[in-house]
């Protein structure tokens, strides 16, 4: 089974140890996503947020968590038989790997780490050499209490074989996206990297998932909001006069290829304005 994935690494071509690096979690990532659904997750659950996109839309920059939306609420849930099932197989794969539940149940936001420390040693890589003991951590986080309002699609893939997920659609993935824009309180590029993707690729917002989210968590919570097109448009021209740019650059920048991060170059409060204004078209 190793040698699969020693395949897999191979079609990255990565350039530096950085790069090679996120190219092995990444595909750590993937053979977790076909464990979790022979474990029947995607039955409950959707993928959801930024490594979805990279996964199923292709989004050019790497990632480094695993994000999912329960399709219902489930107070209850539990990582448990869903990171037991997973640990077996990743077994398979001939990984040590060491799976760790770190959810509170009275936290809306289920999580879990995975660890590993085991592949690198098996494979014959150019740069990346991770020392004894160093893990490559993965972070699993579901949302248990999901605002109202998210559509949900199917798409196949296939590595390590081919196997079928549930997740956001784009709309739906976007207005969570613009929620976490608005109501975080800490800047995080990453996601100004992504608004930007689906503006160019011309998705639009669920706004009802977004009132939804908005009135659920955030500054917003609990108020008789009523959201439109020039609410949204106001909202992040307001959030966007208070970035520091190239803070926001700086922490995308090294999950980006060389040519990526020269588009960095130009952000500035001018250019996501006018991103702002396109989003409606």
């Known amino acids: 089974m190793i040698e699969l994935i020693q395949q897999r690494l191979n079609k990255y071509k990565a350039a530096n140890a950085i790069e090679e690096e996120q190219a092995i979690k990444e595909i750590i990532q993937e053979i ?5 659904w022979k474990a029947g997750f995607f039955e409950v659950a959707a993928f959801q947020g930024g490594t979805s996109l990279r996964v199923l839309y292709d989004l050019p920059r790497f990632s480094e968590d695993l994000d999912f939306i329960l399709k219902e609420p489930i107070p209850d849930f539990d990582w448990s038989s869903y990171l037991k099932s997973l640990l077996e197989y990743l077994e398979e794969f001939g990984l040590k790997t060491e799976v760790k539940d770190k959810s509170r149940m009275n936290q809306a936001v289920r999580k879990a780490l995975l660890k590993d420390n085991s592949i690198s040693n098996q494979l014959n890589l150019s740069f990346y050499r991770g020392q004894k003991n160093q893990n490559l951590t993965i972070k699993l986080e579901i949302d248990v209490n999901p605002p109202h309002g998210s559509t949900f699609e199917y798409m196949n893939l296939d590595f390590p074989t081919d196997f079928e997920v549930c997740h956001q659609d784009l709309s739906s993935n ?23 993707w689906y503006v160019r690729k011309n998705i639009k917002p669920n706004l009802r998932l977004l009132q939804a989210a908005l009135i ?38 090294q999950f980006l290829s060389r040519i990526e991060k020269d588009g960095l170059k130009i952000w500035n409060e001018q250019f996501f304005t006018q991103k702002a204004e396109q989003l409606f078209g």
């Open 174 to 196: 976007f207005a969570l996206k613009i929620h976490a824009l608005l109501c975080r309180p800490y800047t995080k590029g990453r996601d100004w990297y992504d608004f930007n």
């Open 32 to 36: 977790a996503l076909f464990g979790l």
């Open 216 to 253: 659920q968590d955030g500054p917003w919570k609990g108020q008789d909001l009523k959201i439109n097109e020039n609410w949204v448009k106001q909202s992040l021209n307001q959030k966007i006069s208070s970035i520091d740019w190239k803070e926001a650059a700086t922490d995308v920048e």
